[in-house]
C-alpha cells in the first residue's frame, strides 16, 4: 500500500514562499507519477501540477502563472512544490497524490490512486 505523507505547511505573509515535500513508501516510486493539489473550505478540490515519474513531463494549472514551481527527486522517493509570491488565497489544504504512470499527464482528481493527509498552508494579507 502507498503512503504519502506532506510537510512544509504553514502560515507565510502575502509575497513569501513556502517549500512542500511529500514523502513516497510502499511501493516503487518511479511507477508512478505525482500531482499536487489543493483545496479551500468549501469549494472543490483543485489541480496544481503533475510531474511525470522521471521528472516529466509536467503540467500545471493555469492560475500559477509561474508561482509555482513542482519538482521531485527519485532517490529520496521525494516529490516537491515550491511556492512563491504567495496570495491569501492561496490559503488552503494542499495534498500530493500518486497514480500509476498513466499515458497522459493527469489532472482530475479521480484519476489519482493515493493521497497524502495534506498539509495546510495558509496566507495573512
Known amino acids: 500500500q502507498v503512503e504519502l505523507v506532506e510537510s512544509g505547511g504553514g502560515l507565510v505573509q502575502a509575497g513569501g514562499s513556502l517549500r512542500l515535500s511529500c514523502v513516497f513508501s510502499g511501493r516503487i516510486f518511479t511507477d508512478y507519477a505525482m500531482g499536487w493539489f489543493r483545496q479551500a473550505p468549501g469549494k472543490e478540490r483543485e489541480f496544481i501540477m503533475y510531474i511525470g515519474s522521471s521528472g516529466h513531463p509536467t503540467l500545471y494549472a493555469d492560475f500559477m502563472k509561474g508561482r509555482f514551481t513542482g519538482s521531485r527527486d527519485n532517490t529520496k522517493n521525494a516529490v516537491y512544490l515550491q511556492m512563491n509570491s504567495l496570495k491569501p488565497e492561496d490559503t488552503a489544504v494542499y495534498y500530493c497524490?500518486?497514480?500509476?504512470?498513466?499515458?497522459?499527464?493527469?489532472?482530475?482528481?479521480?484519476?489519482?490512486?493515493?493521497w497524502g493527509q495534506g498539509t495546510q498552508v495558509t496566507v495573512s494579507s
Open positions: 497524490a500518486a497514480v500509476r504512470v498513466p499515458g497522459l499527464p493527469q489532472s482530475a482528481a479521480r484519476d489519482y490512486d493515493y
